[in-house]
């Protein structure tokens, strides 16, 4: 995320939230290379939460982070600048095909996206709105072959934003980018 990430005024205080934190992998690295930047990390896993309350400690940032439990962004107490999500998005019936390093030692929770890989992804489009300010930016990682239904589903969701979707340096879609007005 950090190509994407350029918070709007780091003098400003800029929040963020990271939706399904895991291990703290993006919320820890923003917190350590944007030392303005306020971030709630939210995650429905409990033991997740606790590996990346650990990460925050090790890299010094935990003073800068709030670690929230629960579902998407319901746990979050006030909208945000930025949120990031890296949500499973997996489709149900190909977690099996995976990488043997991922397939069998990932949680099945952390990969298993439903039938076409965007539930959690649409669930938290339908929260964003109400918990994104004005201005606000939302990153979505998602599947290389999901792009174009994310972006489609990000324009419902947000018809007044700019909505982009953004290749890795494989050239596959890899991250939706909602840019509000």
Not at 117 to 123: K, P, R, S
Not at 143 to 160: E, K
Request: glycine letters at 8%; charged letters at 15%.
């Amino acid at each position: 995320y950090a190509q994407f990430f350029r918070p709007p005024s780091v003098d400003s205080g800029v929040l963020m939230a990271d939706v399904g934190t895991g291990s703290g992998a993006i919320a820890v690295s923003v917190a350590h290379n944007h030392p303005s930047v306020m971030i709630y990390a939210t995650d429905i896993s409990g033991e997740a939460l606790a590996v990346a309350q650990k990460n925050a400690a090790r890299t010094q940032v935990a003073d800068r982070m709030q670690f929230l439990l629960g579902s998407l962004l319901s746990p979050l107490p006030q909208p945000v600048d930025i949120i990031t999500a890296n949500l499973p998005y997996v489709a149900s019936d190909a977690i099996p095909s995976l990488a043997p390093d991922i397939a069998q030692y990932e949680p099945r929770l952390a990969l298993d996206g439903g039938s076409d890989g965007t539930l959690l992804i649409e669930q938290l489009l339908s929260q964003a709105p109400a918990y994104l300010r004005p201005g606000g930016v939302l990153l979505l990682e998602i599947g290389s072959d999901q792009g174009f239904l994310v972006a489609h589903m990000a324009r419902q969701a947000f018809p007044t934003a700019e909505v982009g979707v953004i290749q890795d340096f494989a050239g596959l879609d890899r991250v939706v980018r909602v840019q509000c007005s």
